[in-house]
C-alpha cells in the first residue's frame, strides 16, 4: 500500500522549501511596501516577521511554565 502523499520524505521536503520561499518573499516584500509606523520599532525592516517570531516562543514558553505550575502528580485521582 502506498503512503499518503502528505507523509512521503519528497513531498515533506518540497513543503519546508516551499514554506521556506514564501516566508523569505514576505519579507522581502518588506522592503517596496510604504510603512506608516506609530512607535517607531514597527516600521523596522521585517518587523511583522521578527514580531510573530517572538510572540510565538513567548506564548509556548508562557504555556510551558503555566503547565508545570498547574501539574499535577500522577496519582492525582487514586
Same mark, same amino acid.
Given at each position: 500500500? #502506498?503512503?499518503?502523499?502528505?507523509?512521503?520524505?519528497?513531498? =515533506?521536503?518540497?513543503?519546508?522549501?516551499?514554506?521556506?520561499? =514564501?516566508?523569505?518573499?514576505?519579507?522581502?516584500? #518588506?522592503?517596496?511596501?510604504?510603512?506608516?509606523?506609530?512607535?517607531?520599532?514597527? +516600521?523596522?525592516? +521585517?518587523?511583522?516577521?521578527?514580531?510573530?517570531?517572538?510572540?510565538?516562543?513567548?506564548?509556548? +514558553?508562557?504555556?510551558?511554565?503555566?503547565g508545570a505550575l498547574?501539574?499535577?502528580?500522577?496519582?492525582?485521582?487514586?
Amino acid at each position: 500500500m #502506498d503512503d499518503h502523499w502528505l507523509v512521503r520524505p519528497k513531498t =515533506i521536503k518540497a513543503l519546508w522549501w516551499g514554506g521556506c520561499g =514564501i516566508l523569505a518573499l514576505t519579507v522581502l516584500a #518588506d522592503l517596496v511596501v510604504h510603512h506608516h509606523p506609530h512607535f517607531g520599532v514597527d +516600521g523596522t525592516f +521585517g518587523f511583522a516577521a521578527w514580531f510573530g517570531f517572538v510572540s510565538c516562543v513567548v506564548l509556548v +514558553g508562557g504555556s510551558k511554565a503555566l503547565g508545570a505550575l498547574l501539574k499535577r502528580r500522577d496519582t492525582y485521582y487514586d
